[in-house]
């Protein structure tokens, strides 16, 4: 942005910055001053200081599905099978990249600000929780908590060969 003065354009510059260290940590700053690197490096200190741990499932994608809302924006994620990849618009594929997210789905409603954006995203991951985590606030074990999962009747096929 730049502000007309009596010598000319005085130019101010907005950086907005995503940290993480891609194992389930993340955070964003935003930082303004006069030069680029200087609102960057503005930008970087406010992201490290704010940072947040998110669980995630196998390490590559979320326990379950949530919302994040932030002023108008509104951001639906869905965990995603293997091999699905980050399907996610703009700021939001940042912010799951940094976290090390590899499989996500998910869907930007309302404000396309990339700083609600990223608010609202921030906003849906500090609601994941991990089966560990409600199992320890109920007071049970995770094999309590997580469904059971019914094995597949095993169905051998016998191939008879009729002799000729």
Do not use: C, W
Not at 122 to 151: C, Q, Y
């Amino acid at each position: 942005m730049s502000k007309t003065v009596k010598g000319g354009k005085r130019f101010g510059f907005a950086a907005l910055v995503v940290v993480g260290d891609q194992k389930g940590r993340v955070g964003f700053g935003k930082g303004k001053a006069k030069e680029v690197p200087e609102a960057i490096r503005k930008a970087t200190e406010q992201a490290k200081r704010q940072m947040i741990r998110v669980p995630l499932r196998e390490g590559r994608t979320l326990h379950h599905d949530m919302n994040g809302r932030h002023g108008a924006g509104n951001v639906v994620m869905r965990s995603a099978p293997a091999g699905t990849g980050i399907i996610a618009g703009g700021p939001m594929r940042a912010v799951f990249e940094m976290v090390g997210i590899q499989d996500v789905v998910s869907k930007s409603i309302g404000s396309q600000n990339p700083y609600n954006m990223i608010r609202a995203t921030m906003d849906g991951l500090r609601k994941e929780t991990s089966p560990r985590n409600v199992a320890r606030r109920r007071g049970k074990k995770v094999s309590d908590i997580l469904p059971k999962t019914e094995a597949a009747p095993v169905v051998e096929e016998t191939a008879e060969v009729a002799e000729a």
